[in-house]
Every structure is written in structure tokens, then in C-alpha cells.
Nanobody, 126 residues
């Protein structure tokens, strides 16, 4: 079974940085759109940043623009999210996901993603 496994979460103080990683169990994921999403307690899951299958087109939610950077290393079947200047409102469970429908434009909408990891917790204290 194909899996996505997130890592890199943790507890940091406001202003700190974290790099999240998402390792895919097979190289097929290198051909999919990939994205990072988050869900805070009592809130809906939301898109944070996504990257198209070619690694050229990235989109960011307004909340992360200028602070977060998404990237992928296809040689390692791994997706990354570098987060800087973290704020308390960034506290959430972070998930990576894959969209197999690469014929369409990459999107921040979680409903368009097919495969999900188990998540990694990010906690930012002020």
C-alpha cells in the first residue's frame, strides 16, 4: 500500500522555524501534485501550500505567504515545507497529500486530494 509519512513537527516558540518532511513510499508520487494542509482543533482542514507535479507552480495560502516555502526532492520521494517566523496561529496538525489528477491545475482545496498521511503536530507557543 502506498503511504505518505510526515515528520519534522514539534513544539517551538513564536518566531521559530521548522521543516516538515513527507516521505512517499513509491516514486509514483513524484508525478502527482502534492500539498501541505493543516487542521487546528475545532476548525476545518485548510490548504497551506501546494506544488504541481512538475515542481514549477506553487501556491500558498495567505497565512503562509512570505513565511513558508514548499519544495520537493524527487530523488528522495520527499516533499518539504520550510516554515519560518512561526506564529501561535500556526499551531495545528499538518498533513501532506497527493492529487492524482495532474491534468488539472494544482489547488489548495483539500477535497481534491486523494492520498493522505497521518499528520505531524506543530505547536507554537507565544
Amino acid at each position: 500500500q502506498v503511504r505518505l509519512v510526515e515528520s519534522g513537527g514539534g513544539s517551538v516558540q513564536a518566531g521559530g522555524s521548522l521543516r516538515l518532511s513527507c516521505a512517499a513510499s513509491e516514486a509514483t508520487y513524484n508525478t502527482y501534485h502534492m500539498g501541505w494542509f493543516r487542521q487546528a482543533p475545532g476548525k476545518e482542514r485548510e490548504g497551506v501550500s501546494v506544488l504541481d507535479s512538475g515542481g514549477w507552480a506553487a501556491e500558498y495560502a495567505d497565512s503562509g505567504k512570505g513565511r513558508f516555502t514548499i519544495s520537493r526532492d524527487n530523488a528522495k520521494n520527499t516533499l518539504y515545507l520550510q516554515m519560518t517566523s512561526l506564529k501561535s496561529e500556526d499551531t495545528a496538525m499538518y498533513y501532506c497529500a497527493a492529487d492524482r489528477e495532474i491534468w488539472r491545475r494544482v489547488t489548495l482545496s483539500p477535497t481534491e486530494y486523494d492520498d493522505w498521511g497521518q499528520g505531524t503536530q506543530v505547536t507554537v507557543s507565544s
